[in-house]
């Protein structure tokens, strides 16, 4: 399968922003800037407070509704988590796993980050699943083999059927909100690193199938230069996904080749 063959994806991480209300004045004034989306994907990810109004403000739209996280166990006692069932029920379609903040503020691991992205696909949501190094990993030189820990940890119990559903998003920690992206040629040479790995693990065709997205300080005026690389499907924004009107020209830049 070649690189047009995979559909683009932008997915908008609001993290812990937006109030129900302003998550869908948000939505409502990205529905008047944007109009058809063409063929690609646009994933809007709240809090899960703005989940439901969201959703509701999203339908009949192309854009789709995820999750920034999710629990592992179907229901019981959990004070303060939320099930996969839950986000379904509440029209996700995506959930963000392993997302740099919850390895790295909330201690995940990558056995959790496992037990999540299996929880995820059982109940029929797709993962985008989240892997990058540290600073000290990059200095060290050491990219590579904390990408290759990460993913394959994460992918343990994923079969060849299923590795098509997963979104794969390749945010190096020191690139994320820090205004310094990293070079579009690295961000290549990352992503090609991790189609190679799933190739090993899953063969050509498969490998072919997956997209990956780039993120860590995008922006309107740099998606298009993550976009054109081979390996490239798409970006995971924060905050340039926080205001209509620039994240409205972010989505139309990438889709401008
Ligand atoms: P920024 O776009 O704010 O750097 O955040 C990136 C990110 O963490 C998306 O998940």
Redesign the pocket.
């Known amino acids: 399968m070649m690189k047009e063959m995979r559909k683009i994806i932008i997915?908008a991480?609001w993290?812990m922003n937006k109030t129900p209300q302003e998550g869908v004045e948000l939505v409502s004034e990205l529905k008047e800037q944007l109009g058809a989306l063409g063929d690609m994907e646009v994933v809007i990810c709240p809090p899960y407070p703005a989940l439901l109004p969201v959703g509701a403000e999203l339908s009949g739209t192309d854009m789709v509704l995820g999750a920034q996280n999710l629990y592992w166990e179907k229901e019981g006692a959990y004070t303060g988590e939320v099930s996969p069932g839950m986000l379904k029920a509440c029209g996700c379609e995506y959930v963000?796993i392993g997302?740099?903040?919850r390895r790295h503020v909330f201690g995940e691991t990558d056995d959790e980050v496992a037990k999540k992205v299996r929880a995820a696909l059982d109940e029929g949501l797709k993962p985008i699943l989240?892997v990058g190094e540290l600073l000290e990993e990059r200095e060290a030189g050491k990219t590579e083999a904390v990408v290759k820990r990460q993913l394959e940890a994460a992918l343990a119990e994923v079969s060849a059927e299923e590795v098509s559903e997963i979104v794969i998003?390749y945010?190096p920690v020191w690139?994320?909100?820090?205004?310094k992206?990293s070079t579009a040629d690295d961000a290549q040479r990352v992503a090609h690193f991790i189609r190679q790995l799933l190739a090993k693990g899953y063969g050509n065709e498969k490998a072919e199938a997956v997209r990956i997205q780039y993120?860590?300080?995008?922006?309107p005026d740099n998606v298009r230069a993550f976009l054109e690389q081979p390996d490239v499907d798409g970006a995971?924004?924060?905050?340039?996904?926080l205001k209509a009107a620039v994240f409205a020209e972010l989505v139309k830049n990438s889709r401008e080749g």
């Open positions: 997915g991480n993290k963000i997302h740099s903040e989240c998003a945010e690139a994320i909100g820090t205004g992206a993120g860590g300080s995008v922006k995971l924004v924060g905050g340039a996904s």
